[in-house]
């Protein structure tokens, strides 16, 4: 069995029920939830929008990196993330991201990394987004990133850190 840590958010409609109806989603098709974080509210990330209500969850599966991949996005399809949608409203703005009904991301798959077209673990960006790591830091702060060297908690204040600096 390995342990992930996903965090999942959205900006479109009623987020506090759709992120309930995900945990219960996760729990019956991914695998046990352990942990969930609170809901953070964050201003949208890369783009104008309306705000994101965001949470972290550390889940027990026996999927593989690719199942989990595979199980999450369709989870995003059953609660009314539409990729089309969105991949036309960022060629109508020119903007790289675009407001969503769901997200849910694979922040960390056990100390696994893995770099494929398709998947990338632990997620790249996730250093660089407080909407990530303020829920992870509630949940995992003592989580080790395997590539960075360094925990949650510590990503965390070198983030503010930099934001601080501008």
């Known amino acids: 069995m390995a342990r992930a840590i996903l965090v999942m958010g959205g900006n479109v409609g009623e987020m506090k029920p759709r992120l ?34 965001n949470q972290a969850m550390v889940v027990d599966t026996d ?32 903007q790289r991201y675009a407001s969503r009904a769901m997200d849910v991301d694979i922040i960390f798959y056990d100390d696994l990394v893995v770099d494929t077209p398709d998947l990338k673990l632990p ?12 829920p992870l830091c509630e949940i995992a702060p003592n989580k080790v990133h395997p590539v960075l060297g360094r925990t949650v908690e510590q990503l965390r204040a070198e983030l503010h850190g930099r934001q601080e600096n501008r």
């Open 20 to 53: 309930r109806q995900a945990q219960h989603l996760i729990n019956d098709r991914i695998g046990i939830v352990l942990h969930c974080s609170h809901v953070y509210e964050s201003k949208a990330w890369g783009f104008d929008g309306d705000d994101f209500k």
């Open 63 to 94: 999927l593989t990196p690719e199942e989990l991949l595979a199980a999450v996005q369709e989870i995003e399809r059953d609660l009314g993330r539409d990729r089309e949608a969105e991949a036309r409203d960022k060629a109508r703005s020119g």
């Open 123 to 134: 997620h790249p960006l996730m250093q660089e987004r407080d909407f990530v790591l303020a």
